[in-house]
């Protein structure tokens, strides 16, 4: 008995989401893109525990206390996880393979996320040491970072 295949149903809807509380800490982010003005990763370090968060919340998250001390961490680091995309949602191979990783850079104790280039994926792997390229010519912005590149 063969089975049958069930149609795939697309729901369009609106989500209320007045219900939901958000907390955007955007002076986190600010601090970081006012660093890559200058090309530097900047976050913010808990006096208590030690922690260093990239992009720097106003708050500790292990301690609960508020944080205001501003480090420079460095643009290198370690992947601490990946993900390959060989194809889209529908299971459509794509044309060009991408790389998504989360890279843990030295002197923070959080991870950034951003796409790595590398000419062939499947040297890529959790530990691999990574560089955090932004443009050359930065104006304080997200888009300032081009991408991850191995070392």
Not at 21 to 33: F, H, P, S
Not at 80 to 90: H, K, P
Not at 91 to 105: H, M, R, Y
Not at 123 to 151: N, Q, S, W, Y
């Amino acid at each position: 008995m063969q089975k049958e295949k069930k149609e795939t149903r697309q729901v369009s809807d609106i989500l209320d989401m007045s219900l939901l509380k958000w907390r955007i800490e955007a002076d986190g982010l600010e601090l970081l893109v006012q660093g890559f003005k200058e090309k530097k990763i900047l976050g913010r370090k808990c006096h208590k525990c030690g922690m260093v968060y990239v992009p720097g919340p106003s708050y500790c998250r292990k301690c609960f206390i508020d944080i205001q001390d501003v480090v420079e961490v460095s643009k290198k680091g370690k992947i601490a996880c990946y993900t390959v995309n060989l194809a889209d949602v529908r299971g459509n191979p794509v044309d060009e393979i991408s790389v998504a990783v989360q890279v843990k850079l030295d002197g923070s104790d959080s991870w950034m996320m951003g796409q790595l280039e590398i000419d062939d994926w499947k040297k890529v792997h959790v530990g691999m040491p990574a560089e955090l390229i932004l443009r050359e010519e930065t104006t304080g912005a997200l888009a300032d970072m081009v991408c991850f590149r191995p070392i």
